[in-house]
């Protein structure tokens, strides 16, 4: 009966582990992957910060002025065809489609290892149809789901060269078209740049499809399972 606790343990985790991957995965491809802010303190009455968000569809743009006094919020969205070069929305569009993908694979990872691992009613009929490399198979789609997350946010890490050539770069202080990360100080001038929390939450996935993936590989296979009991 030890054992049979032990499978379920295990199995349970590993289910769980896949669909917090998943989870991980929708939250990374719908919310975006950059940002850029841009702050002007002259004095206390007078002041602009612009912050853009880059998206599927483009970059949305949030500025916020103050002069003397009086504040004043605008908001705007510049379409991936505004801009001077088509790199930018290729890589965006390169690393969210891959980890589209990869969300789907891991929702299917995780659907068969609920039915094909845990559930007694219908593991043993997918076990036998996959003449006993369920757990393989299963493993196999869950290292290309984590195989085409790590390749997605890998890639948009070179999104900077790609703002380098659109319009949305002082060519004389690069900032975010010279580095994925960074901040900067000139004068009255503050600027910040890097991964917004979709880029950062793709990166975190992995943690829980690693535990999945090792989970996976240790549930021992029902027919051990039965010999065992």
């Not at 030890?2 to 590993?14: G, I």
């Not at 984590?146 to 002082?170: M, R």
């Amino acid at each position: 009966m030890a054992h049979a606790s032990s499978f379920c343990s295990r199995v349970c985790w590993a289910s769980c582990c896949g669909a917090t991957f998943f989870v991980f995965l929708v939250i990374a491809a719908l919310t975006p992957w950059y940002a850029t802010s841009f702050q002007y303190d002259y004095n206390d009455d007078n002041s602009a910060t612009v912050v853009q968000l880059f998206y599927w569809k483009g970059v949305w743009k949030a500025t916020e002025t103050k002069i003397d006094g009086d504040k004043k919020d605008d908001s705007d969205w510049v379409g991936w065809d505004k801009l001077d070069s088509d790199k930018p929305k290729s890589f965006y569009m390169a690393a969210a489609a891959l980890t589209i993908v990869a969300s789907l694979f891991a929702l299917l990872f995780t659907i068969l290892i609920i039915v094909g691992l845990w559930l007694h009613s219908t593991s043993h009929q997918i076990g036998h149809a996959l003449h006993g490399f369920t757990k393989w198979i299963v493993f196999a789609i869950g290292a290309f789901a984590f195989l085409l997350n790590i390749i997605g946010w890998a890639l948009f890490i070179g999104f900077p060269s790609a703002l380098h050539d659109s319009n949305l770069c002082n060519k004389s202080d690069e900032h975010w078209c010279g580095s994925f990360s960074g901040t900067d100080s000139k004068g009255d001038f503050d600027y910040a740049w890097g991964p917004n929390a979709a880029w950062i939450i793709a990166v975190i996935a992995a943690a829980p499809a690693i535990i999945s993936l090792i989970l996976v590989a240790i549930i021992p296979t029902r027919s051990h399972h039965y010999q065992t009991m």
